[in-house]
C-alpha cells in the first residue's frame, strides 16, 4: 500500500502562487495514476488534476491554464503548482492514487490527509 503525504498549504493572497507537494511512501506508484482533488468548505470534493501512469494529463475544467502537476518518479513525489490564485480556490488539496487515470473520486483508493489552501482577497 502506498502512503501519501501533502504539504505546503498557506495562506496567500488572491493572484499569488503555491506550490504543493505529495510524498509517497510504501510501494513504488510508477505504476498508479496520482491525482489531486479539492473540498471547499460546505462543496463536495472536486477533481483537479491526474498524471497517469503512461504520462498522460487532464485537468479540471476551472484550473484554465494557472495549475500544473510535476511529478518525480525517483523522488516518488508529484508536485502542483498552483499561479494565480483566487479566492474560490481555497480549500483542503488531496493527493491520491488510483489504478488507472480517473477524473472520478471513487476510483482512488489511497488518500493523504490534505493540506489547507487559503485565498484571501
Known amino acids: 500500500q502506498v502512503q501519501l503525504e501533502e504539504s505546503g498549504g498557506a495562506l496567500v493572497q488572491a493572484g499569488g502562487s503555491l506550490r504543493l507537494s505529495c510524498a509517497a511512501s510504501?510501494?513504488?506508484?510508477?505504476?498508479?495514476?496520482m491525482a489531486w482533488f479539492r473540498q471547499a468548505p460546505g462543496k463536495e470534493r472536486e477533481f483537479v488534476v491526474y498524471?497517469?501512469?503512461?504520462?498522460?494529463?487532464s485537468y479540471g475544467d476551472f484550473v484554465k491554464g494557472r495549475f500544473t502537476i510535476s511529478r518525480d518518479s525517483a523522488k516518488n513525489a508529484v508536485y502542483l503548482q498552483m499561479n494565480n490564485l483566487k479566492p474560490e480556490d481555497t480549500a483542503v488539496y488531496y493527493c491520491?492514487?488510483?489504478?488507472?487515470?480517473?477524473?472520478?473520486?471513487?476510483?482512488?483508493?489511497?488518500w493523504g490527509r490534505g493540506t489547507q489552501v487559503t485565498v484571501s482577497s
Open positions: 491520491a492514487t488510483a489504478p488507472f487515470a480517473s477524473t472520478r473520486e471513487v476510483d482512488y483508493f489511497n
Open positions: 510504501g510501494r513504488t506508484f510508477s505504476r498508479y495514476a
Open positions: 498524471w497517469s501512469w503512461s504520462g498522460s494529463k
